[in-house]
């Protein structure tokens, strides 16, 4: 209740802190349950209405990364159709109060913890998956998770291009990118959207493809947390034609260098690379197998075991210290069998956890070594043993089959072969502990960048919310200039101003 009457009084600042001074929001002097408890009588019967008093409260505050990450609010609605978005957004609109979307709760940049109160907008009842009537498309609910939609699917032996990680929703990484298995072959989840439906700031419903809005469809393929929310999309879906085969590798650290040179030469075109071929790691402790940190590295191949034998061979011949290989690995069981599925370390919720991308070109062998060093160093402090660097390589025939200007993704995001995270466990939520986790990721990041002459650049999905416009948008200035234009044009009063925000 405290919280409530708190909530009430920063109703009036609200107004005054929208970014833009909108003209059109007066905050009333009408208590926040007052506005919500009117808008309740429109809402549909599945929709629920909860307060910090409820008991339900603490659970709809978990995030992935909560204790960094913590978003704060006055009230959750949890949406359950496409016109309790719009009559929830304009009655935020109409009365200036700020609303958060939420789907998977995992998104990590630090930048939504500029939600000072107001409304979370809880997307997860809307999250159906239909493959539609000729079978080339489906059509996804704005909070689905991708668990369900890849499930979903695969009941039907279709496929899309989403994340990675079970928890995860299919519309947030896809707005920023959505790096995944598929991408070699289809190009970026974002590369696979046809068309979606947007609830913009004031509550008004619009459809967004090449033909409808194009400009908004240009701008959601990139930038798309900064313009509205979406409650449907339509995505291309694909028959899955085989079942994969994977390599669980494990390289003690002194082969390091030549694991990612061989990665280098799949990439340069030294050696051949198909799309349906994947090759990502991590830098981790696994005290069992050896005092240092070790390459935990995995080759995957959307086909037989002899198919992806000549791809394995050169990663085999540097004699790992350990091999597990699994074969006829389903759609499904290939999230698990890379630990990218629910009940994976990565999908666990309400960590200590920060960390930030380095995109490259290609692997430089100092780079990797120093920042393997500094990292061998921090991971022997207990609180940060369970610290790993991610090594991401998914292949990218089918990103840049994809004009870099025909979407807003930044065009390095496009280039780079290479996504590196520093990602720290800590253990620990005092001050001290969490300013040292930043550090290291900042030394890592800084190492990570020797011998590499391009300017810098952060997925935008991976982000923590200090990066420049640039590097997560993209150095080109016609880019971020075109970007702010159409947030003038879609956004003016800047509602959407909580995920990595444009102005
Ligand atoms: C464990 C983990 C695994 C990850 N795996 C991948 C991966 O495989 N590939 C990849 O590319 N990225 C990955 N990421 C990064 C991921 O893309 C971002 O963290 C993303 O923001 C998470 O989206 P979410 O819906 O889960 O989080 P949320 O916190 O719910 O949402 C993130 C942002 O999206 C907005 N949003 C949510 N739903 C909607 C909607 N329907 N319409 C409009 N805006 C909406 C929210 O308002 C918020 O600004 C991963 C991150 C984590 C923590």
Request: net charge negative; aromatic share 10%; charged share 15%.
């Amino acid at each position: 209740m405290r919280h409530v009457l708190v909530s009430a009084a920063l109703l009036l600042q609200g107004a005054l802190a929208f970014p833009f001074t909108p003209a059109h929001p007066i905050a009333r002097a009408e208590s926040l349950r007052q506005i919500v408890s009117n808008l309740t009588s429109y809402l549909s019967p599945e929709a629920e209405v909860h307060y910090p008093n409820d008991t339900e409260w603490a659970s709809l505050l978990i995030r992935g990364s909560s204790p960094r990450v913590y978003p704060d609010y006055s009230v959750v609605i949890e949406v359950a159709s496409e016109a309790d978005v719009q009559l929830t957004v304009q009655t935020a609109y109409d009365n200036g109060l700020p609303f958060l979307a939420i789907s998977g709760a995992h998104g990590w940049t630090e930048t939504l913890n500029r939600l000072p109160y107001g409304i979370q907008i809880r997307m997860r009842k809307l999250n159906t998956t239909t493959v539609d009537a000729d079978g080339t498309t489906a059509t996804i609910g704005g909070g689905s998770l991708q668990w369900e939609t890849t499930r979903a699917l695969f009941a039907e032996n279709k496929q899309a291009v989403t994340g990675l990680c079970e928890c995860v929703s299919i519309i947030g990484p896809l707005m920023g990118g959505g790096h995944s298995f598929l991408q070699g072959q289809h190009g970026f989840s974002l590369d696979n959207i046809v068309s979606a439906r947007v609830v913009l700031a004031n509550g008004t419903l619009v459809e967004a493809s090449n033909t409808e809005n194009p400009d908004l469809f240009w701008a959601l393929r990139g930038a798309g947390h900064n313009f509205g929310i979406v409650t449907s999309f339509v995505v291309k879906a694909y028959d899955i034609a085989s079942d994969w085969t994977v390599y669980s590798l494990i390289y003690t650290q002194d082969k390091l260098e030549q694991v990612l040179e061989l990665v280098n030469q799949f990439e340069n075109g030294t050696l051949d690379r198909p799309a349906k071929l994947i090759t990502t790691g991590t830098l981790v402790r696994i005290p069992p197998l050896s005092d240092d940190p070790v390459l935990a590295y995995t080759v995957g191949y959307e086909g037989t075991l002899n198919e992806t034998a000549p791809y394995a061979a050169p990663f085999l011949a540097l004699e790992p210290l350990s091999t597990q290989l699994n074969t006829s690995v389903d759609f499904v069981e290939l999230y698990t069998v890379t630990q990218n599925n629910l009940d994976a370390q990565a999908c666990t919720r309400n960590n200590s956890i920060t960390g930030s991308g380095v995109s490259l070109p290609s692997w430089k062998p100092t780079a990797i070594r120093t920042a393997y060093n500094i990292f061998a160093n921090y991971t022997l402090d207990p609180r940060f043993s369970a610290a790993v660097i991610l090594l991401e390589n998914y292949g990218m025939d089918g990103v840049y089959a994809v004009d870099p200007n025909s979407t807003a993704l930044a065009a390095d995001e496009r280039k780079n072969p290479i996504m590196t995270t520093p990602i720290i466990w800590y253990v620990g939520n005092d001050t001290d502990t969490r300013a040292a986790a930043l550090s290291w990721v900042g030394k890592v990041k800084d190492a990570l960048y020797i011998d590499d002459e391009s300017p810098r650049h952060t997925y935008v999905n991976y982000a923590i919310g200090s990066e420049s416009l640039q590097e997560l948008y993209g150095w080109e200035e016609w880019r971020v200039a075109k970007l702010e234009g159409l947030k003038r044009a879609w956004d003016p009063y800047n509602a959407f101003a909580y995920y990595n925000p444009l102005v």
